[in-house]
């Protein structure tokens, strides 16, 4: 079994920047595809960004490619998402997501979940 914790979330300004992480415990971070996804109230949750260590493969959603980036420190088994140049668009619950496998960017093929934390980007 996999246990997923993230944290980092809060209010911030439009154009701020916050980085979240991730920690998951159970199994190493290595194996997995480690996503982001978003959920806005009254919307689908949303893919976000992904990285496969394994492969060096990363993978981000239009809306937020060259503003947040995604990376691991394997060895505390975190994945981060660091976001930059928010936008009150960018208002969600996020959530950390593992997988086996490719990455893929429904949330129907990821496996273990975390209980997510709220971002609120103010204009």
């Known amino acids: 079994q996999v246990q997923l914790v993230e944290s980092g979330g809060g209010l911030v300004q439009a154009g701020d920047s916050v980085r979240l992480s991730c920690t998951g415990s159970?199994?190493?971070?290595?194996?997995?595809?480690m996503g982001w996804f978003r959920q806005a109230p009254g919307k689908e949750r949303e893919f976000v960004a992904a990285d496969r260590w394994s492969t060096n493969s990363i993978s981000y959603a239009d809306s937020v490619k060259g503003r947040f980036t995604i990376s691991r420190e394997n060895a505390k088994n975190t994945v981060y998402l660091q976001m930059s140049n928010l936008k009150p668009e960018d208002t969600a619950i996020y959530y950390c997501?593992?997988?086996?496998?490719?990455?893929?960017?429904?949330?129907?093929?990821?496996?273990?979940w975390g209980q997510g934390t709220q971002v609120t980007v103010s204009s």
């Open positions: 159970g199994r190493t971070f290595t194996s997995f595809v």
């Open positions: 997501a593992a997988r086996f496998g490719p990455i893929k960017v429904s949330r129907f093929e990821y496996d273990y």
